[in-house]
């Protein structure tokens, strides 16, 4: 059982939305912080926003701030990444991981993210 | 932002030799709480990155021994005592004290 499945990555054109889904299981979901990192094929790991355990707290790196937002549904031990006014620049493999800096530290599989004309 | 500056970036070694990597953080990470809040990573080819050493020389569960970390100052160091064919990746050091999270350039390290 992988403990972080992310899903919801795809092809998409400029300026249009996209919503990360990352499924979480096997472990107490609701007692982590939780994170998205991206990463362009080839290169080096991007952070790009957190959230705290119940969701009242959420950081975003300066390029995405007021175009993604991060959220989680402890109920259904998910975490998710809306994504709007996508350029071509988000193009990335996003990471979901749990615990980040944290003695528990877990990085998910990653999603394909494409934003492309 | 917290500058993370990796050396060196490439680093061939010979199975059983040891190796060693070098990170420097623009600040200091140590929280009020008396931990770094650093990490090390591996990258292997085709994966997501795994936690190595947190807080700056504690081994995740799991990571073999041969593995350690250390801190002076700004200065953190992680150490392979002896090189196996599986070591073989990218090795990222990273922040985590402060927002934005910030990653060292990364070590490509190759097996000669």
């Known amino acids: 059982e992988v403990p972080l499945v992310e899903s919801g990555g795809d092809l998409v054109q400029p300026g249009e939305s996209l919503r990360l889904s990352c499924a979480a299981s096997?472990?107490?979901?609701?007692?982590?912080?939780m994170h998205w990192v991206r990463q362009v094929p080839g290169r080096g790991l991007v952070w790009v926003s957190r959230i705290n355990i119940d969701g009242t707290v959420t950081d975003y790196a300066d390029a995405v701030t007021g175009r993604f937002t991060i959220s989680r549904d402890n109920a259904r031990n998910k975490l998710f990444l809306q994504m709007t006014n996508l350029r071509v620049e988000d193009t990335a493999v996003y990471y979901c991981v749990r615990d980040l800096a944290g003695r528990e530290g877990f990085w998910g599989p990653g999603t394909l993210v494409t934003v492309s004309s | 932002d917290i500058a993370m500056t990796q050396s060196p970036l490439s680093l061939p070694v010979t199975p059983g030799e040891p190796a060693s990597i070098s990170c420097r953080s623009s600040?200091?990470?140590?929280?009020?709480?008396?931990?770094?809040?650093f990490d090390w990573y591996l990258q292997k080819q085709g994966q997501s990155p795994q936690l190595l050493i947190y807080w700056g020389f504690l081994r995740a569960s799991g990571v073999p021994d041969r593995f350690s970390g250390s801190v002076s100052g700004t200065d953190f160091t992680l150490k392979i005592s002896r090189v196996e064919a599986e070591d073989v990746g990218v090795y990222y050091c990273?922040?985590?004290?402060?927002?934005?999270?910030?990653f060292g350039q990364g070590t490509k390290l190759e097996i000669k």
């Open positions: 990273m922040q985590g004290l402060q927002t934005p999270y910030t």
């Open positions: 096997g472990y107490s979901f609701s007692k982590y912080w």
């Open positions: 600040q200091s990470l140590l929280h009020t709480n008396g931990n770094y809040f």
